[in-house]
């Protein structure tokens, strides 16, 4: 049985920083997401890796100040979000693929996490 859970939202000051967590378990995917819906918008991309590759992708409005990671021993994916703007305030989800073709369209992931609250204070 497949399982994501997610970790590490909060409450933080626009400039701060928070690490997201997911923890998969019942069994390695070939990519592993992360997406966001802010309130009123649609759910959008946010970041990806390749398990297989170590492939890379983020959405521009967050390249330079979000990093994904993973660790391989605890199947877990992190983002580390730096410099956060209000506008970054979302629930941003975990999912992953199992397909090995690398790729950031949500329709494309197999399982989602439930999802975590990010706020960012002016």
């Known amino acids: 049985q497949v399982q994501l859970v997610e970790s590490g939202g909060g409450l933080v000051q626009a400039g701060g920083s928070l690490r997201l967590s997911c923890a998969a378990s019942g069994r390695t995917f070939s990519t592993y997401g992360w997406f966001r819906q802010a309130p009123g918008k649609e759910r959008e991309f946010v970041a990806a890796?390749?398990?297989?590759?170590?492939?890379?992708s983020y959405t521009d409005s967050v390249r330079g100040r979000f990093t994904i990671s993973r660790d391989n021993a605890k199947n877990t994916v992190y983002l580390q979000m730096n410099s956060l703007k209000p506008e970054d305030t979302a629930v941003y989800y975990c999912a992953v693929r199992i397909l090995k073709q690398f790729t950031t369209r949500q329709n494309d992931y197999d399982y989602w996490g439930q999802g975590t609250q990010v706020t960012v204070s002016s």
């Open positions: 890796t390749s398990w297989i590759d170590g492939t890379t």
